[in-house]
């Protein structure tokens, strides 16, 4: 099992920023991929970016070029630094994981708006 436990999301005006944590615990030596999701009211959660165990990074064109998401394996952490933000990125964003290769994590969330 991998508990996670997301932090940093708040009440932010369109262009500024906002950097999410989310700190795993458990069995994280298995953790292949670490990534973010997003759900806003009414609406489907959707992909934000996910980082490998590897390295590599994947985003959609929705946030590419002002989301970056990284990892400090030494903290089991990974952040999602969030630039210039716009009102339509108002959500609550949820840290998930891979296990394994197979068993997907999800944390509680937290919430993200952005005012215009």
């Known amino acids: 099992q991998v508990q996670l436990v997301e932090s940093g999301g708040g009440l932010v005006q369109a262009g500024g920023s906002l950097r999410l944590s989310c700190a795993a615990s458990?069995?994280?030596?298995?953790?292949?991929?670490m990534g973010w999701y997003r759900q806003a009211p009414g609406k489907q959660r959707e992909f934000v970016a996910q980082?490998?165990?590897?390295?590599?990074?994947t985003y959609p064109d929705s946030v590419k070029g002002r989301f970056t998401i990284s990892s400090d394996n030494a903290k089991n952490t990974a952040y999602l630094q969030m630039n210039s933000l716009k009102p339509e990125d108002t959500a609550v964003y949820y840290c998930?994981?891979?296990?394994?290769?197979?068993?997907?994590?999800w944390g509680q969330g937290t919430q993200v708006t952005v005012s215009s």
């Open positions: 980082i490998t165990s590897g390295g590599t990074t």
């Open positions: 998930t994981v891979v296990r394994d290769g197979l068993y997907r994590h």
């Open positions: 458990g069995s994280i030596l298995s953790i292949n991929i």
